[in-house]
């Protein structure tokens, strides 16, 4: 049986590579534009609270408007 410590750190790397995987294409969508950061910061921002995103809320990941 895994450990607390074990599932957290299995939770935090999925949410992490779920993010990361999202954040990229967000950051490719806008390349090239003249504020490619602007926008993919706030493509990022809308990302979260819209629920695109993943957190671990009490030990679970949920979505990030949860």
């Not at 599932?7 to 967000?26: P, V, W």
Request: overall charge positive; proline content about 2%; charged content about 25%.
């Amino acid at each position: 049986m895994p450990t607390s410590t074990t599932t957290r750190a299995r939770s935090d790397k999925t949410m992490d590579l779920n993010n990361n995987k999202k954040g990229r294409a967000m950051g490719r969508y806008y390349e090239g534009e003249k504020n490619a950061g602007a926008s993919a910061r706030s493509s990022c921002k809308s990302a979260v609270s819209t629920g695109k995103l993943w957190i671990i809320k009490s030990g679970r990941l949920v979505r990030s408007n949860a």
